[in-house]
């Protein structure tokens, strides 16, 4: 099915462990993007790439990394995890233009303890 | 700066009766897009409907329709004849222009829970 795929679905992390969140889009869009959603505050934006080649800060970059792999991949790395980056975290990708929305994966379930 | 404000943080509704979900938007960009998607439990997000700046008519989408008030800035979403499975968060959304084909992020509102009782 069309769509973005996100892996792992979920994840136990201890604290100054790194791993790297993967995703892939398979709709030819130009534009990915990392969320993380937390209780009472919405979805707030990590980073995003508008086009392969680049990458630009979102609202709560702190702690985060971000690699486009080729056009299809956007992954997201933390390279020493701490318990406040527990989240479920969003990869999503879209057309350019305000006209389009996004297609989510099915998220991500991160728990650093 | 584009801000979004869902101010009900929870709600409940009898099953097939209507309800209404606020959203205030704020933003000087005069395009921008207005989305509502849905959370179930599940966890996944769904795209429920979505109004361009300069549509004239209100969006309608099945039992979903967006009540668009440009000049109040707001972007209510309706829901008609409630069902049980409607049960989830809701977000509104919006995504500004910046004036070219790129368009700007999507920033959601801090989100609405939908009860719907039997």
């Known amino acids: 099915n069309a769509g973005v795929t996100q892996t792992p679905k979920f994840q136990v992390l201890k604290t100054g462990q790194s791993m790297t969140l993967q995703c892939a889009q398979d709709?030819?869009?130009?534009?990915m993007y990392w969320y993380r959603q937390d209780p009472g505050m919405g979805l707030r934006l990590i980073y995003y790439s508008a086009s392969e080649g680049t990458t630009d800060k979102g609202e709560v970059p702190n702690g985060y990394n971000v690699s486009r792999l080729n056009k299809r991949e956007f992954s997201l790395r933390l390279e020493s995890a701490a318990p406040s980056q527990t989240s479920v975290y969003f990869c999503?990708?879209?057309?350019?233009?305000?006209?389009?929305?996004?297609?989510f994966g099915s998220g991500t379930r991160l728990t650093v303890v | 700066a584009q801000k979004i404000t869902q101010t009900q943080p929870g709600m409940f509704v009898q099953e097939k009766e209507a309800v209404t979900l606020d959203c205030t938007y704020d933003?000087?960009?005069?395009?921008?897009?207005l989305f509502w998607y849905k959370q179930p439990s599940s966890g996944e997000m769904i795209f429920l409907i979505y109004q361009g700046s300069y549509d004239q008519q209100n969006a309608t989408e099945g039992r979903y329709s967006l009540n668009f008030q440009k000049a109040r800035k707001s972007a209510n979403l309706v829901i008609s004849a409630s069902q049980l499975g409607d049960s989830a968060m809701y977000f509104c959304?919006?995504?500004?222009?910046?004036?070219?084909?790129?368009?700007?992020?999507?920033?959601f509102g801090q989100g609405t829970e939908l009860s719907v009782k039997p």
């Open positions: 709709m030819n869009h130009n534009s």
């Open positions: 999503a990708s879209s057309e350019a233009g305000y006209g389009y929305g996004y297609t």
């Open positions: 933003t000087s960009d005069p395009s921008y897009g």
């Open positions: 959304a919006m995504r500004e222009g910046w004036g070219d084909n790129q368009g700007g992020k999507l920033i």
